[in-house]
């Protein structure tokens, strides 16, 4: 016999609501983040510099892409767990339907 499996649909929302507070967070730290560029020159004239100044390009831009890519993930994942405590709000009061058309037709 399997095991008693329950699921709140509350919690499942308030989790939607920190998903959806963490993509926020993570599009303001993007936003910071391309705010912020240094010149490629900041990093002096030594030959190694431009090296340094290419690398710190192309992570940065990175960086900002990552965190606006979280921040689609964290939403995606707002909206799915948001649908996922609707459904099973759905099937209990399915369920609980199906009893009492069963409990009508013992005559209870």
Known sequence: MAGEFRVDPDALRRFARTSTERAERLRAIRAELGAHQLSASAFGKLPEADETGRDYV???????????AAGDTMDRIAEYTEG?????????????????AISAGLGG
Not at 85 to 98: F, K, L
């Open 84 to 100: 996922m405590a609707a459904a099973y709000e759905r099937a209990d009061e399915a369920t609980g339907q199906s009893m009492r």
């Open 58 to 68: 192309e992570r940065s831009e990175a960086a900002i892409e990552n965190a606006g």
